[in-house]
T-cell receptor
Framework: AQSVSQHNHHVILSEAASLELGCNYS??????LFWYVQYPGQHLQLLLK??????LVKGIKGFEAEFIKSKFSFNLRKPSVQWSDTAEYFC????????????FGKGTRLSVIA | EAGVAQSPRYKIIEKRQSVAFWCNPI?????LYWYQQILGQGPKLLIQ????????DSQLPKDRFSAERLKGVDSTLKIQPAKLEDSAVYLC????????????FGQGTRLTVV
């Protein structure tokens, strides 16, 4: 079964700082990769996804993520964070071999301060 | 487009009582997921349905948890009897076909067992 590891539990940044959140997964086959975001008091929503093709994917609100197959990583980046990016970020992976479920990491809480 | 509907939003019960949660997925979505999210952790998959069949329930504590999706549309998740450690947010999500398609989440039901 696949698993997901998110390196940072809580990240605190000042506005305009650059962001990189780490995500590594373990799975022996082809995967679909996702980043979900949960703003305070709101439900989980999709930020971006990778299925195939260009390993650099762009999502909403200026976020992007790069899939590095050799490192089993799918790190999330944003060049300049805003206060409104304060949220919990979850990396998720879904294996394509058979009926493998969508598995989430433990999440990274991002706090952006003015 | 209507989202994933869940009820109730909040529930407080005493240990050893039973509780049921209801989920109505997005119309036309074949795949339905139930996740448990304990405070400070990522969502943990409890059960995944494809139409009215179970795809994965390997992490469902079957001695106390049960779920059904009788007509392949809405679903109920039941806990009987509840334990203190069941306190969590129970998330329902749906996707069009499962693998490779975006999962849309409901607001969740916050369960507190006292």
């Amino acid at each position: 079964a696949q698993s997901v590891s998110q390196h940072n539990h809580h990240v605190i940044l000042s506005e305009a700082a650059s962001l990189e959140l780490g995500c590594n997964y373990s799975y022996g086959g082809t995967v679909n990769l996702f980043w979900y975001v949960q703003y305070p008091g709101q439900h989980l929503q999709l930020l971006l996804k990778y299925f195939s093709g260009d390993p650099l994917v762009k999502g909403i609100k200026g976020f992007e993520a790069e899939f590095i197959k050799s490192k089993f990583s799918f790190n999330l980046r944003k060049p300049s964070v805003q206060w409104s990016d304060t949220a919990e970020y979850f990396c998720a992976v879904e294996g394509l071999s058979g009926n493998t479920p969508l598995v989430f990491g433990k999440g990274t809480r991002l706090s952006v301060i003015a | 487009e209507a989202g994933v509907a869940q009820s109730p939003r909040y529930k407080i019960i005493e240990k050893r009582q039973s509780v049921a949660f209801w989920c109505n997925p997005i119309s036309g979505h074949a795949t339905l997921y139930w996740y448990q999210q304990i405070l400070g952790q990522g969502p943990k998959l409890l059960i995944q349905f494809q139409n009215n069949g179970v795809v994965d329930d390997s992490q469902l504590p079957k001695d106390r948890f049960s779920a059904e999706r009788l007509k392949g549309v809405d679903s109920t998740l039941k806990i009987q009897p509840a334990k203190l450690e069941d306190s969590a947010v129970y998330l329902c999500a749906s996707s069009l076909t499962g693998g490779g398609t975006e999962a849309f989440f409901g607001q969740g039901t916050r369960l507190t067992v006292v």
